[in-house]
């Protein structure tokens, strides 16, 4: 049961989901949680930059001033979440790519 990917992954998320555990071997309770929290941010910093990419990182307030994109530090924050579980399992976010 603890190396089941989540169904609600997508399937970049999935793909990397499986590519750590083939490498690394996660299998107990705490780590299949901290992959889930890697595999999550992963797919969150993939869609903030789609957004990104879409509408630009700057954009106008409803006073027409400019603004970062509000995805910019929702992105940054699933990093920092990411690179955290990494840490946590004793990876670094260079083994992930």
């Known amino acids: 049961m603890a190396n089941t990917i989540p169904r609600h992954l997508g399937a970049e998320a999935r793909a990397l989901w499986q590519r750590l555990q083939a490498d690394f071997v996660i299998a107990d309770a705490a780590g299949t949680a901290l992959l ?10 993939s869609e903030m930059r789609t957004i990104v990419k879409r509408d630009g990182a700057i954009i106008k307030d409803r006073f027409g001033q400019s603004r970062p994109h509000p995805a910019l530090a929702i992105e940054r ?7 955290s579980a990494l840490r946590a399992l004793r990876l670094s976010p260079d083994e992930i790519e």
């Open 36 to 45: 889930r929290c890697v595999c999550e941010c992963f797919e969150r910093i």
């Open 77 to 83: 924050d699933a990093r920092a979440g990411m690179i």
